[in-house]
């Protein structure tokens, strides 16, 4: 989950995550973005502080930073 609660991300098979949004209008959580990158499954992942960057570890020897969505009138 992100620093504001905000933003949740799901890992897929081969290495997908899928970013969602909070819509606080109606209390859903909503699918944003599908961030991809690893060939392989996603071992780590951390964001930062101000939720805008997420840096992940995977099984295929890389480390990624993403930073691919727009953060529009989120609320808690």
Do not use: Y
């Not at 909503?30 to 805008?52: C, K, M, T, Y």
Request: a negative charge.
């Amino acid at each position: 989950m992100s620093p504001d609660g905000c933003m949740i991300l799901a890992h897929a098979f081969h290495g997908a995550l899928h970013l969602w949004h909070c819509d606080s209008n109606q209390g859903e959580w909503r699918p944003s973005v599908v961030i991809s990158g690893h060939f392989n499954a996603v071992q780590d992942l951390s964001w930062d502080p101000e939720g805008e960057f997420i840096i992940t570890v995977g099984s295929d020897q890389t480390t990624r930073l993403f930073t691919p969505w727009t953060r529009k009138g989120c609320s808690e």
